[in-house]
């Protein structure tokens, strides 16, 4: 459906629109009024109006539980490598989710980023998604040579594999958010299946600094993290984030350690998996909270081929 098709969206409107990024309905229906406004000089009240058309013409409002059921029929899974790190998650990674993994330095989450973006481009019968993958990088730890060895592992052309791979470099949080908030065109046109934020964290861990700019932080990624569901959602996508931990200085009991984000990352994760290092190179997965799975552990090495059991 083209964006004239919109009710109230005439040829001057459809232009102004295009012109400023708004180039498909999937792009309306998940803008802000106020960022129509800004960005396409239209009234408030025609923001509202056509941002409402864009959400009724996606069925993006009330569902029934047979709807429901349905839309989650259409939910595929992306696996990880690991037979039993995909069993902890009922079968992989789920699209319209997202999955956050959470550890210390070195637990193998920048590792299972780059064996999703491999695994995605899998037929699926071979636990992919026969689709390709944006990858959000806000640390520079996304290496093209750790991706080769993976996909020859997987007997996928290297280079072939690196072209269905798009790659974009965050250098704050608000840029950040706006790879994201700008991400609808080159989902469509690439063919993404899935969307890696690696480190979901980082940059707003260190662009509010300080008690006083704590609850800006949390409503930006607030935002961010309804950008990404949004995402997910509307094209049937599965997005991963990555989040360091930090050493709780109240702790008495248990493991000292609680991933950035607070409450904000943890409700709007549907998938929450703790890494830990192990003994002999392995690494230690647990499942948080989800919403149908049972809370469990599983065990897997990162190798030279990739992730394993
Ligand atoms: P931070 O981003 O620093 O918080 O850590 P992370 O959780 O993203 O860690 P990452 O996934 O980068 O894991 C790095 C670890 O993976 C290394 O310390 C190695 O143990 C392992 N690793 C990375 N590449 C290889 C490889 O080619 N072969 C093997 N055997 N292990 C590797
Ligand atoms: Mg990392």
Redesign the pocket.
């Known amino acids: 459906m083209d964006i004239e098709e919109l009710p109230g969206v005439g040829a001057a409107t459809a232009e102004k629109l295009r012109e400023a990024g708004y180039k498909t309905v999937e792009a309306i229906a998940v803008a802000h009024p106020a960022e129509l406004k800004e960005a396409a000089g239209l009234g408030e009240g025609t923001a509202i109006k056509v941002i409402a058309a864009a959400r009724d013409s996606l069925q993006m409002g009330f569902m029934t539980g047979i709807e429901v059921l349905e839309k989650r029929k259409t939910m595929r899974k992306i696996s990880t490598g690991s037979s039993a790190l995909d069993g902890l998650l009922g079968g992989g990674i789920e699209t319209q989710a997202i999955t956050e993994f959470f ?10 980023c780059h064996q999703l973006v491999v695994n995605v481009q899998l037929p699926e019968e071979e636990g992919g998604l026969g689709k390709n993958a944006l990858y959000i990088d806000t ?1 520079n ?1 996304f290496r093209p040579e ?1 991706v080769i ?1 993976m996909a020859e592992a997987k007997g996928l052309k290297p280079e072939e594999a690196l072209e269905n791979i798009v790659v974009a470099r965050a250098y704050n949080s608000d840029h950040q958010m706006l790879l994201v908030e700008k991400a609808e065109e080159v989902i469509r046109e690439k063919g993404i299946g899935l969307v890696i934020v ?2 979901l964290t980082s940059h707003f861990r260190s662009d509010y600094t300080g008690r006083g700019m704590l609850s800006d932080r949390q409503q930006k990624l607030n935002r961010h993290m309804h950008a990404l569901q949004r995402l997910s959602d509307i094209h049937n996508l599965a997005v991963v984030v ?1 989040n ?1 931990v930090m050493m709780r200085p109240d702790f008495f009991f248990g493991d000292p350690t609680a991933p950035i984000g607070g409450h904000v990352v943890a409700h709007a994760s549907t998938f929450r998996v703790y ?1 830990r290092k192990s003994k002999g ?1 392995k690494r230690v997965a647990r499942l948080i909270d989800s919403p149908n799975l049972p809370e469990g552990e599983a065990i897997f090495t ?3 081929e990739g992730i394993k059991d």
Do not use: N, P
């Open positions: 550890g210390e330095f070195g637990s193998g989450k920048t590792q299972i640390e730890t750790r060895q690696d480190s990555t360091q890494l190179g990162v190798v030279k």
